[in-house]
């Protein structure tokens, strides 16, 4: 679900993936560490029924382009699924300011406004969602790239 931290999401934070509430002998090494925007951070809190980004493949998240919400793929393994659709409920990734985000910037892209490179930096799981669901084309020009 990754995008830039935009200011709607607050300032980039630091999140403790085991919570401190679990184990203070690990919560200060270094490979507990993630790199999240204050509003994810804060709705994680001390749950832990939210996936690892160290540990999620590619392809177990899928976004119908539509509406823009962010569902599990669906021919996961169902115990995979579950942790999925958990990490969604928890983060709140299909709320109104998370949707309209993702909106936002598929039409700015969809009408010409930004460039596909400038898309994969800012909303790298959407770009990504949509160079997948359509047809192969030539790629631009690195001019054409620099002129958006």
Not at 51 to 64: A, K, Q, T, V, Y
Not at 123 to 135: G, H
């Amino acid at each position: 679900m990754s995008f830039y931290i935009e200011r709607v999401t607050g300032a980039a934070s630091v999140d403790h993936m085991l919570p401190k509430s679990v184990d203070w002998h690990e919560i200060y090494e270094w490979r507990n560490y993630r790199l999240a925007c204050s509003l994810m951070n804060s709705r994680k809190n001390d749950y832990q029924d939210v996936l690892d980004p160290f540990e999620i493949d590619n392809g177990w998240f899928r976004m119908e382009l539509v509406g823009y919400q962010v569902i599990p793929t669906p021919d996961l393994p169902s115990d995979i699924q579950k942790k999925v659709q958990a990490t969604i409920d928890r983060l709140k990734l299909n709320d109104y300011e998370c949707l309209k985000l993702r909106e936002e910037y598929a039409e700015e892209f969809h009408r010409g406004d930004i460039s596909q490179a400038r898309l994969r930096r800012r909303a790298p799981f959407l770009a990504r969602e949509i160079e997948a669901s359509r047809p192969a084309t030539a790629p631009r020009t690195e001019q054409e790239e620099l002129q958006k």
